[in-house]
């Protein structure tokens, strides 16, 4: 007797229609949970900019660095720029107290607007210096 081993056709064609059924309702799940994982970690970026915005604005206090135009020592990250006892708008300010996950870009920090934005993909997080010493420093998140 002759022992066949392997596949038929039609075993090989359910197969592959059977994977592309698979593949078409998959995809658009695994699409959306990459969308909600971005915007969770904007989320997490906006946190860790609130953060470092009150820690440093605390030490601004201690030390008396509230002036429109000062700045702060740190051991670690050396002098750090400030505006009003926040973090300057800036590389020099938050930007040097920041850590960015993969595949986020800091943007152009604009003097006129007072800003620094990071960007990936379809989400800005926009870093606003305060406007004045009654002001706070604010952080805004847009995710499309």
Not at 61 to 74: G, H, I, P, Q
Not at 81 to 93: D, H, K, R
Request: glycine share 10%.
């Amino acid at each position: 007797m002759r022992s066949n081993k392997g596949f038929t056709l039609i075993e090989l064609i359910v197969v592959i229609v059977v994977l592309g059924i698979l593949a078409v309702t998959a995809a658009p799940k695994f699409i959306g949970v990459q969308d909600e994982a971005n915007g969770a970690v904007a989320d997490g970026i906006v946190g860790s900019i609130t953060s470092a915005m009150s820690m440093t604005h605390g030490k601004a206090l201690v030390s008396s660095s509230t002036a429109a135009d000062d700045d702060v020592s740190d051991s670690n990250l050396g002098t750090i720029e400030m505006v009003f006892g926040y973090p300057e708008a800036s590389s020099l300010g938050i930007g040097k107290i920041i850590d960015l996950p993969q595949g986020w870009t800091p943007g152009n920090a604009s003097a006129a607007t007072s800003t620094y934005t990071l960007k990936k993909d379809d989400c800005t997080i926009t870093y606003t210096e305060a406007a004045d010493a009654s002001s706070t420093a604010t952080v805004a998140k847009v995710c499309s």
